[in-house]
């Protein structure tokens, strides 16, 4: 009998959207506190906080200015104590994220290098122009944005792989480790379980400084990221090393202790699954997820390829929708059967929050867009505000439940699909959350998968020996062969208009 550990069912927060009791129209932490019930009720395992930590909020949160402070807008430290404790009492573990790639420029750190102070210039990545004044290399951030900003105070540029307000932080600096091993233990002292590490493939580069070479259309094709963003144009042989990094996430496993569960983001893209093997051998993280099923859906081609591709799913969390994704729930596809091929998967599984109500992606207008990213890709970019849209914890009231005051994305949401999804969805969630542990699909190994068109077909081995095979089509594929007793659950029922969708397993 294996000693496998539990692969925990992780529901993501992202608080400014979850839940106001001030009337600020922003969500905050007791907000969190009144809404946990509903989360436990789910049965998952732990909760996700996108950061809440001291920030000018223009990336969303992930633009950070003091990683140990929680910003005013989300409440005090002993709102935020009572937090840790509800959901502890409830079950649940509280992971937080932590993103070390870069800072706010408005870090004391990057303000005082701006007024020229050389060492804390030395925490980030600053260099002279070429001498034409233009940048120091071809790297380009991720958003498709020029890599190098200049600062005339320094006569510098400074490198950021997001925003110019994120300059990319040096972690090779013993001094910007020490500080990231402090604020890891105070939240660990503090009662958190976990971390959420942000884009934790791109953490270092090449200190050659070398110009990217152009992408191949192989590499294009995976870098993440759509093909007309500039940033897929290049290979990043030299702007990330995720080898380097991988070995890296060691010290972050040794500054968060051998207990503590930590997953990451990996943006890298054109080695998404192979790296995610190497930041998750032992001693380093417990998993990592990548872009591979959102980005399609999580179609049957893209289960398989990573199936395929991966030693073993339990180190890869599977999720499809996040605040960085358009919600997942569209008219033409059925929620409840990718709910449920996403609990037969093994493995981590982050849920994101509104998901259990099958809520589709709004539509927002432009002036209502705050996101630099969309507004910078409108109409075309990834949609991240839509699925930031407040949680409409009642459909039929003002403000939908999530606050007695302005929200400050409008709740343009379709009250009758929410409160049909609420009555039908939640309830659904949780019956396929609890069998996925019931029924130790989680912990499982795959022993045959195959994708033929829109249809998926895995079979699962359990810890116990049991064998189990889920069948889910997409649409239009016909499944054929399938076992002949009644399935242990079905999902199709639930979302009319969606023809063609369907999802089974059977115990076989
Ligand atoms: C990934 C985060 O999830 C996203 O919201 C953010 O913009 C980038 N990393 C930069 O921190």
Request: glycine fraction near 10%; charged fraction near 20%.
């Amino acid at each position: 009998m294996s000693t496998r550990k539990p692969a925990p069912a992780i529901y993501q927060i992202y608080p400014r959207s979850f839940q106001d009791t001030t009337g600020s129209g922003t969500g905050d932490l007791q907000g969190i506190i009144r809404r946990l019930d509903h989360v436990a009720a789910l049965g998952v395992d732990a909760i996700w906080l996108s950061p809440i930590y001291v920030s000018p909020m223009i990336d969303g949160g992930y633009d950070i200015v003091d990683h140990k402070a929680i910003d005013p807008m989300f409440g005090t430290d002993a709102d935020f104590d009572a937090l840790v404790a509800r959901a502890h009492g409830l079950g649940l573990q509280v992971y937080m994220d932590q993103v070390l790639n870069h800072t706010s420029d408005q870090s004391p750190w990057f303000q005082a290098a701006i007024a020229g102070d050389q060492a804390m210039a030395d925490h980030y990545l600053w260099r002279d122009p070429k001498p034409d004044g233009t940048p120091p290399n071809n790297w380009l951030s991720q958003f498709g944005l020029p890599g190098w900003t200049w600062n005339h105070l320094r006569r510098q540029y400074y490198f950021s792989q997001f925003l110019p307000q994120q300059p990319s932080l040096n972690l090779r600096h013993p001094d910007v480790q020490a500080h990231i091993a402090a604020q890891m233990r105070g939240w660990r002292d503090r009662g958190v379980d976990g971390f959420r590490f942000d884009v934790v493939t791109a953490y270092l580069w090449d200190e050659s400084l070398q110009d990217n070479p152009p992408s191949t259309p192989q590499v294009q094709a995976k870098v993440s990221g759509e093909t007309w963003n500039t940033y897929t144009y290049q290979d990043h042989t030299y702007d990330m090393l995720p080898g380097d990094g991988a070995a890296y996430v060691e010290k972050l496993r040794a500054w968060a202790g051998d207990d503590a569960y930590l997953f990451g983001e990996n943006t890298s893209g054109n080695q998404s699954i192979e790296l995610a093997m190497q930041f998750t051998t032992p001693g380093r993280l417990d998993a990592v997820y990548t872009t591979d099923l959102p980005e399609n859906r999580g179609s049957p081609a893209s289960v398989a390829d990573m199936i395929a591709r991966a030693d073993s799913l339990q180190r890869i969390a599977g999720w499809l929708s996040s605040h960085d994704q358009p919600r997942h729930g569209r008219p033409d596809a059925s929620n409840a059967v990718l709910a449920l091929q996403m609990a037969f998967l093994p493995g981590p599984w982050i849920i994101y929050q509104g998901e259990e109500w099958a809520l589709p992606q709004p539509d927002l207008a432009k002036e209502d867009v705050t996101d630099p990213l969309d507004l910078l890709q409108w109409p075309d970019g990834p949609g991240r505000e839509g699925s930031r849209v407040p949680m409409p914890w009642d459909p039929q009231a003002v403000g939908y439940g999530f606050t007695t005051g302005t929200p400050w994305l409008p709740l343009a949401w379709d009250r009758d699909r929410v409160a049909r999804g609420q009555a039908e969805m939640a309830r659904f969630y949780a019956r396929i959350i609890g069998m996925r542990r019931d029924m130790g699909w989680d912990t499982a190994d795959v022993v045959a998968c195959m994708a033929k068109g829109d249809v998926l077909d895995i079979t699962l081995r359990t810890q116990d020996g049991s064998q189990w095979r889920g069948v889910f089509s997409h649409g239009a594929g016909e499944p054929a062969n399938l076992p002949a007793g009644p399935p242990a659950i079905v999902a199709d029922a639930m979302d009319g208009g969606t023809t063609g969708w369907h999802g089974a397993i059977w115990n076989a």
